[in-house]
């Protein structure tokens, strides 16, 4: 089977699967043509010539049978002019789902009396008491026709039993005044299995007799007569459900009842007789039962067979398709010209002047890389305000903006037309994706349309953002976040972690495509010529009394673990004498959360928020403070690390995948587990010991040394001259296939 073949059968089995799905929702959602069936036959029934003598007929068991009910029992009933209307019993559909109702209406239609429906085990299957209410009408009722009164109870369990007996006493005083009491319900109190509630049945039988009921119409398998205390109990079923009663009388049958001002007359009407034989009527019942579920569960039959069809598709296809986690050798590749100027798409789903990590990184690459000769053309949302006047900036229109004291967003319109008509524009080299969702892909599709590599840096670890979902937290954070990321990795062409620890995890989800290991460099000319002025303006401004100033960059949300931070400071301030401020960076939707924390444990004069600072100035308050103190664990890189040990700042932070290749212990700072106590301890420990500190100071500013954007760009640019190669060559040799 070709692989063209097996992906059309993929679709075709699919979209019937759709089709299929989309008709059971119709089903379950639109019915405004059938509801209150008993009421409205009722009232048909009320409406008819009454007279003392007349028939009515009784079924049970009827479960959606075509071949006994709908084509046999149906046309009998028609044929008998005498009989005024029709009985269910109890079971008439095979299961209380929406479409088994619709096949039981649409038989029901072919009969030319009105039927009344009584509810039973059948009915409240698969959750049908709702639906058999909305279709049909009470689960208990009574009506009057030719001086009789007919009453059904509900024997489900559906209705509590102590509140129909307050009802059916009274219903039996008015139906003293007529000349036959009928009662209908799906089990009969004479048998203890049926009815479990002994009190219940034991009543039942009572008031039956008490009030001379003229006959009770119970389900059953084959047809019964029993009496008990002067009541005639009926059984009735073989209306099409499975019938293997080997007796006489377990032939398929509808009760005819022929009704005079002096009593009723009971005989079963045979209309489909079966063998003799108990084993061939076990067969023939067997067929017939199946023909029947065949047809009520036909959609339901569809369904599994096509998920079945699809999953089986799916897995051949998996199966068949032959993997080879080994490199051609005897691939010949075009060499790669270090010299070559490249031109690059950017797809961000946020950009400054929106504040963040990835706004920030991307940024720093593309300044970094256009330095070096290449172009660089950043397709992001729309800003108010954005200013783009000297960079290649590709604003895209918005489907939604919001902005709110706590947070705001844009979201780009990744269908507007706009997008491609700018992209055409270009013959880019390389498409560079910074999420692997959005304009992440919608980047990833042009890529594959216009035959061009695709990057994808990893920037976010998704499963930290769990907290935000409306639903399904623990789904999104342990399955959904890792299979997004992996499915769409696997689709590029290339990946750029930041840290090994990054590059790890991708390795650990089962990533295989080709990684670089390249963590966002540090702009150094921001940290140039800041006068020594400014530095001592910050400082006596946060730290008037030469207390040590502790320093913090953050998004305020819950996933960058602010909580932790303060309850560390508050550890702090209690357990060392010396004085300390710590000024905290950055906005977000917990600022006002945060704040009350910090009032609450009487840190305001510790601690301070101070807000946004603009991105090229947050160098100075570097300079300024003494350490750098970080708690989140959601990082992919800790970007603001290597900003920090730039001004000359040691860490204390959490261990996560974003620290733990940065921090080095007792050289550049103090990587500890998320435990408050350890954490704090590492803090006082540099900030009593100041020499100690001073010495980590300078090894910090080295460190970041090695992680400058000339190097970023350098590294980044050799990495997408060689996957272009490699896609080059590969598509040459597709070609040559």
Not at 183 to 203: E, G
Not at 244 to 249: K, R
Not at 482 to 501: L, N, R, V, Y
Not at 503 to 519: A, D, H, Q, T
């Amino acid at each position: 089977m070709s692989r063209n073949m097996l992906k059309n059968l993929i679709y075709s089995a699919s979209v019937i699967l759709i089709i299929i799905i989309s008709y059971k929702v119709y089903l379950s959602f639109h019915e405004s043509d059938f509801k209150n069936r008993n009421y409205e036959n009722i009232k048909m029934i009320n409406s008819g010539e009454e007279a003392g003598v007349f028939s009515f007929a009784v079924e049970g068991s009827i479960e959606n049978s075509i071949d006994v009910f709908q084509n046999e029992i149906i046309q009998n009933i028609n044929s008998h002019k005498d009989i005024a209307f029709n009985i269910s019993t109890g079971d008439a559909v095979l299961d209380g789902s929406e479409d088994k109702y619709r096949i039981l209406n649409t038989a029901l239609k072919g009969l030319n009396v009105p039927s009344v429906i009584g509810i039973g085990n059948s009915e409240i299957s698969d959750g049908g008491a709702r639906l058999f209410y909305k279709h049909f009408g009470p689960y208990y009722f009574s009506f009057v026709y030719g001086g009789s009164y007919f009453i059904f109870i509900d024997t489900t369990g559906t209705t509590a039993f102590d509140l129909q007996e307050s009802w059916l006493s009274d219903e039996l005083i008015k139906a003293d005044d007529y000349s036959h009491i009928f009662v209908i319900m799906d089990k009969s109190p004479l048998k203890q299995d049926a009815i479990k509630n002994k009190d219940f049945r034991t009543f039942l039988v009572d008031k039956f007799s008490e009030h001379k009921v003229t006959g009770v119409f119970t389900n059953g398998n084959a047809f019964e007569e029993n009496i008990e205390k002067g009541v005639t109990y009926y059984s009735s079923g073989g209306a099409g459900g499975l019938m293997l009663n080997a007796s006489a009388t377990g032939d398929y049958h509808y009760l005819k009842v022929d009704v005079t001002p002096g009593g009723a007359v009971v005989k079963p009407v045979d209309i489909l007789t079966v063998s003799k034989n108990p084993f061939i009527k076990m067969i023939e019942g067997i067929w017939i039962y199946i023909h029947s579920v065949f047809y009520a569960q036909f959609v339901n039959l569809s369904l599994g067979i096509f998920a079945v069809w699809l999953i089986f598709l799916i897995m051949y296809r998996k199966v068949s398709k032959d993997v080879n986690y080994y490199r051609d050798f005897n691939r010949t590749h075009k060499s790669i010209d270090l010299n070559r100027k490249l031109n690059i798409a950017m797809f961000t789903n946020n950009y400054l002047p929106f504040v963040g990590g990835v706004p920030v990184s991307v940024n720093r690459l593309a300044t970094a890389l256009r330095k070096k000769g290449n172009r660089v053309v950043i397709f992001a949302p729309y800003y108010p305000g954005a200013d783009d006047s000297n960079d290649d900036v590709v604003r895209c229109k918005l489907l939604r903006y919001k902005k709110t004291d706590k947070f705001s967003f844009a979201i780009a319109n990744i269908y507007s037309k706009q997008i491609s008509k700018e992209f055409d524009k270009y013959d880019f080299d390389v498409i560079h994706v910074h999420h692997p969702f959005w304009m992440g892909k919608k980047g990833l599709k042009l890529g594959i349309k216009k035959n061009i590599p695709v990057i994808l840096t990893y920037h976010t670890r998704l499963e930290m953002y769990a907290q935000n979902m409306p639903i399904f937290k623990l789904t999104f954070k342990n399955i959904l976040s890792h299979g997004m990321i992996k499915k769409f990795a696997q689709k590029c062409d290339g990946i750029i972690a930041p840290t090994e620890s990054a590059k790890e995890y991708l390795e650990n989800i089962g990533v295989s495509r080709e990684k670089l290991v390249m963590p966002t460099g540090v702009d150094s000319e921001y940290y140039e010529n800041i006068d020594e002025c400014t530095i001592k303006s910050i400082k006596k401004t946060y730290a008037p009394n030469g207390e040590m100033l502790l320093c913090s960059v953050s998004r305020l949300s819950s996933e960058k673990n602010i909580r932790f931070l303060i309850n560390g400071l508050k550890y702090i301030k209690e357990n060392t004498p010396l004085k300390f401020k710590c000024i905290i960076i950055g906005d977000g939707p917990d600022r006002g959360d945060l704040q009350s924390l910090i009032d609450e444990y009487s840190l305001k004069d510790y601690v301070l928020l101070i807000g946004t600072v603009n991105q090229n100035e947050i160098p100075r308050y570097y300079l300024a403070s003494d350490l750098f103190v970080f708690s989140s664990q959601s990082e992919t890189q800790g970007m603001v690390l290597l900003e920090a040990m730039s001004g000359k700042c040691p860490v204390v932070c959490v261990r996560s995948s974003g620290t733990d290749d940065m921090v080095r212990n007792g050289f550049n700072g103090y990587k500890t587990s998320p435990d408050i106590t350890e954490w704090a301890e590492k803090v006082m420990y540099l900030i009593e010991n100041r020499e100690i500190l001073e010495k980590m100071s300078m090894n910090a500013f080295k460190y970041s040394k090695e992680f400058t954007l000339d190097k970023m760009a350098e590294n980044v640019s050799m990495f997408y001259k060689k996957l272009i190669s490699v896609h080059e060559n590969e598509t040459r040799e597709n070609e040559n296939v």
